[in-house]
Every structure is written in C-alpha cells, then in structure tokens.
C-alpha cells in the first residue's frame, strides 16, 4: 500500500534537542509537518519545526495531549513518560519505535535480561536495589572488583554509570536500582546503526569507532569506517540485525558494543532513536540516519547505506570553565579546510563540555580526515561572552 505522505501529515517528534533538529530538517525535505515536544522553547529544534509545543516528555498530561494533536509519534530520547505513549497507543496512535520496546530499553535491567533471553553477548550482570545492598554482597564475597555500575533509569551521557575498579571507587558507588556487571577490557569500542521497517527490511550503517574523553565521559572523535577486520565487521552487523529483528524494532537502533583485547564482542547498550554516532552520516553516506528513521517508520523502501567517503566526527563540547552565552571561536579558520562541515546546534548557553555542536570532517583517507579533525580540535571552541 502507498504510504501517504501528504502535506497535512503531521509527525511528533518528543524532545527537541540536536537529534531533534537534524530530524526536523530531514523531514524537511519531505512533504510533512513536524511538532516538537520540550520544555525549553529555545531548544534546538524549534527554530525549525513546523509547530513547538512547550511541555514535559516525562510528563503524562504533556505527552498525552501532544500525541492528540499528531498523526505519528516519535522520539529522540528514551526517557519518555512510558504510560502516556502506551495509552495513546492503545488508542490507535500510530508510534514509532513502539512503546513497549522503549520500556524495556528505558531500564537497563530489563535490557540486560532481554540480552540474556535472547543469547546475545553482554557482560554478565547482577540487580541491586541500593548502595547498601551492593556494599553487603561485597562484603559477603558475592561481588569481585572490578565491576561497572549502572543505574536503571535516567542514565546519560555517562553519568548514571559508575565504574569500581577497587576499594578506593567505593565511594563513587551510585544510589539506586542498578545494575552491576563485569568491567569488560576494552580494546575498541564500536556502534553500528541499524534501521528496520514494518516489512521487517533490515539495513545497517557502516560500523564506527568511538574514542572517549574520560574526563567529560563523552565520545570525543567518532571514525568511520572502523578499522576492524572483515570476520568481527560481519559478526558485529549479524548482531546488529539479531537485535533489531528480536526486538521486532520499526525505526532505528544504535548498538553500541564493546571490543575486548581477545577480539569477543559484547553488547553495551542500545539506543531507538538517532544516536551521536551517526552524526556523520548527514554527509559521508547516500542516506543519513534521520533519512533512514522517516523512511522507517514511514515503511518506505530503506535507503543505501553506502558510505561516500572516510570521516571522522568530532563533538564541539562547551570550554571547561566557560557558563554563559556562547560565542565560538575559529569558525573561519575551520571552514577553509576542505572537507570541514561545521553544525552548530543553537543552544543559547555553553556551559562546560555541554554538546554544542559537532563537525563532521571528510576526506579521501581515514587518515587524512583524522590529521584535519585534530586541526579543528584545536581551532574550533565554544566559550562564554
Ligand atoms: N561493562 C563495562 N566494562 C567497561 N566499561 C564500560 C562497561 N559499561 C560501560 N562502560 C564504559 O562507560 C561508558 C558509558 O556507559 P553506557 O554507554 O552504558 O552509559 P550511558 O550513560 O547510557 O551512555 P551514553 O554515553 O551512550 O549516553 C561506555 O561507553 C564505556 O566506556
Ligand atoms: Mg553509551
């Protein structure tokens, strides 16, 4: 059946954020009206949408009204208010990732017992309720250092996830339901994004690597291609597809894995909605992931995943020390290198390492690409006025 995409048709997209926005923008391209739910009315996204409704995703009225006013509701976070979206789909309202798949990915615990279900590689895990009770298995030699806590809910960015190497980290346990699982070793780690529509058409983007800035616990250069060999390349995309075919997923799903130093490959986490990793693709694939997610939930053909050349992505994270109105530094310089593309995201404020923007950098070699991102590292800075 056609799809109908008319100009009346109106998509909701929760949160308005940078991932918002680039949404927004791909859905620009199409035939369709886009309303952005967030509280803040200068995020990102709402200089661009169609409509801006002011309003809480955690909110149960919020969403539930704004879902009234749209024709098909997606989001760009997880934390949404899960009983609003299961009511309205209950409704009828047509949601994209489905609710009852955010549910369990919304809670890391339910997602780790999903992995276990389904046999899919993933550190192995305990639950805890609280700090106490993690402090008591320890003592009692239920639990060995090292291990990594995560709370269940509301984690991001890395904060949320705590890792206990030792006695020393004791005090940086988390309180909270949480999950404790085995520190992996890791040698890389990696994310692929993969798309699926109701036809259960399944494509996956080229794998990226992620480089860390422990300080900030935010990715701090993404390369893509990875350079990995073919054998782990075609057992990290099976995995991709097993999860999202599992998951029965209509949208987009970000797998971020881990590599250890013995080559096994292990799921992290998953994320339904376009994800930091696939910043790049808006230049350096045929079909960028926000194309990739309409087309998905919209149960279109699914779109070349072809990359069109190496790139490395770089987020522009807000100066340490600078709280205040933005103003950035070294734009000019930047934009005469060839193959810079520089996306800043509108937020009125930085505040230290606050994603701000982030800059894509193609070029004919991964290496080259590299030596130019490390030029824009340098240049490129968002401070306060
Ligand atoms: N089991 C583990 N072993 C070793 N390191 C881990 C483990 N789990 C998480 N980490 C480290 O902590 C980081 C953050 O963990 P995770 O991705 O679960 O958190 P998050 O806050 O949900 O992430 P995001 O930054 O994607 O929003 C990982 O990218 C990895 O560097
Ligand atoms: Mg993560």
Same mark, same amino acid.
């Given at each position: 059946?056609?799809?109908?995409?008319?100009?009346?048709?109106?998509?909701?997209?929760?949160?308005?954020?940078?991932?918002?926005?680039?949404?927004?923008?791909?859905?620009? +391209?199409?035939?369709?009206?886009?309303?952005?739910l967030?509280?803040?009315? =200068?995020?990102?996204?709402?200089?661009?949408?169609?409509?801006?409704?002011?309003?809480n995703?955690?909110?149960?009225?919020?969403?539930?009204?704004?879902?009234?006013?749209?024709d098909?509701?997606?989001?760009?976070?997880?934390?949404?208010?899960?009983?609003?979206?299961?009511?309205?789909?209950?409704?009828?309202?047509? &949601?994209?990732?489905?609710?009852?798949?955010?549910?369990? !990915?919304?809670?890391?615990?339910?997602?780790? =017992?999903?992995?276990?279900?389904?046999?899919?590689?993933?550190?192995?895990?305990?639950?805890?309720? +609280?700090?106490?009770?993690?402090e008591?298995?320890?003592?009692?030699? $239920?639990?060995?250092?090292?291990?990594?806590?995560?709370?269940?809910?509301?984690?991001?960015?890395?904060?949320?996830?705590?890792?206990?190497?030792?006695?020393?980290?004791?005090?940086?346990?988390?309180?909270?339901?949480?999950?404790?699982?085995?520190?992996? $070793?890791?040698?890389?780690? &990696?994310? &692929?994004?993969?798309?699926?529509?109701?036809?259960? $058409?399944?494509?996956?983007?080229?794998?990226?690597?992620?480089?860390?800035?422990?300080?900030a616990?935010?990715?701090?250069?993404l390369?893509?291609?990875?350079s990995?060999?073919?054998?782990?390349?075609?057992?990290?995309?099976?995995?991709?597809?097993?999860?999202?075919?599992?998951?029965?997923?209509?949208?987009?799903?970000?797998?971020?894995?881990?590599?250890?130093?013995?080559?096994? !490959?292990?799921?992290?986490?998953?994320a339904?909605?376009?994800?930091?990793?696939?910043?790049?693709?808006?230049?350096?694939?045929?079909?960028? =992931?926000?194309?990739?997610?309409?087309?998905? &939930?919209f149960?279109?053909?699914?779109?070349?995943? =072809?990359?069109?050349l190496p790139?490395?992505?770089?987020?522009?994270?807000?100066?340490?020390?600078?709280?205040?109105?933005?103003?950035?530094?070294?734009?000019?310089?930047?934009?005469?290198?060839d193959g810079?593309?520089?996306?800043?995201?509108?937020?009125?404020?930085?505040?230290?390492?606050?994603?701000?923007g982030?800059?894509?950098?193609?070029?004919?070699?991964?290496?080259?690409?590299?030596?130019?991102? $490390?030029?824009?590292?340098?240049?490129?800075?968002?401070?306060?006025?």
């Amino acid at each position: 059946m056609e799809q109908l995409v008319t100009s009346e048709f109106k998509l909701g997209i929760i949160a308005g954020g940078q991932l918002g926005k680039m949404l927004v923008l791909a859905a620009s +391209n199409w035939d369709v009206k886009t309303f952005v739910l967030d509280a803040d009315e =200068q995020c990102p996204a709402s200089t661009c949408c169609t409509q801006f409704v002011k309003g809480n995703h955690l909110d149960f009225d919020d969403v539930y009204n704004f879902g009234k006013m749209v024709d098909m509701i997606t989001f760009e976070i997880e934390s949404v208010n899960i009983d609003a979206l299961k009511k309205l789909k209950q409704e009828g309202k047509r &949601i994209n990732p489905d609710p009852d798949i955010l549910e369990i !990915i919304q809670d890391k615990g339910l997602q780790k =017992q999903f992995y276990a279900q389904h046999k899919i590689p993933s550190s192995s895990f305990k639950l805890f309720n +609280n700090k106490i009770e993690i402090e008591n298995a320890l003592r009692q030699g $239920e639990l060995k250092f090292p291990f990594v806590q995560k709370l269940c809910k509301g984690g991001y960015d890395g904060k949320g996830v705590s890792v206990i190497k030792n006695e020393n980290d004791i005090n940086n346990l988390l309180e909270g339901i949480s999950v404790i699982e085995d520190l992996v $070793e890791i040698a890389k780690e &990696i994310s &692929i994004i993969a798309a699926r529509n109701e036809r259960g $058409e399944v494509r996956c983007f080229p794998i990226v690597e992620m480089e860390f800035n422990e300080k900030a616990n935010l990715i701090e250069k993404l390369i893509c291609p990875a350079s990995l060999n073919d054998s782990i390349v075609s057992e990290a995309i099976d995995l991709a597809i097993k999860i999202i075919s599992s998951l029965n997923l209509r949208g987009i799903l970000a797998v971020e894995m881990f590599l250890d130093k013995e080559n096994k !490959i292990w799921i992290n986490e998953v994320a339904p909605r376009p994800h930091n990793s696939g910043h790049h693709t808006i230049e350096s694939i045929v079909t960028s =992931q926000y194309e990739q997610l309409l087309r998905a &939930i919209f149960n279109f053909p699914l779109g070349s995943t =072809q990359l069109k050349l190496p790139a490395v992505m770089i987020n522009l994270l807000g100066e340490p020390d600078h709280d205040g109105a933005v103003k950035y530094e070294g734009i000019t310089e930047c934009m005469s290198i060839d193959g810079v593309k520089i996306h800043l995201y509108g937020k009125k404020k930085t505040k230290p390492f606050r994603k701000m923007g982030h800059v894509t950098v193609l070029a004919s070699t991964i290496n080259e690409a590299i030596e130019k991102a $490390e030029i824009v590292k340098q240049k490129l800075k968002a401070k306060a006025w």
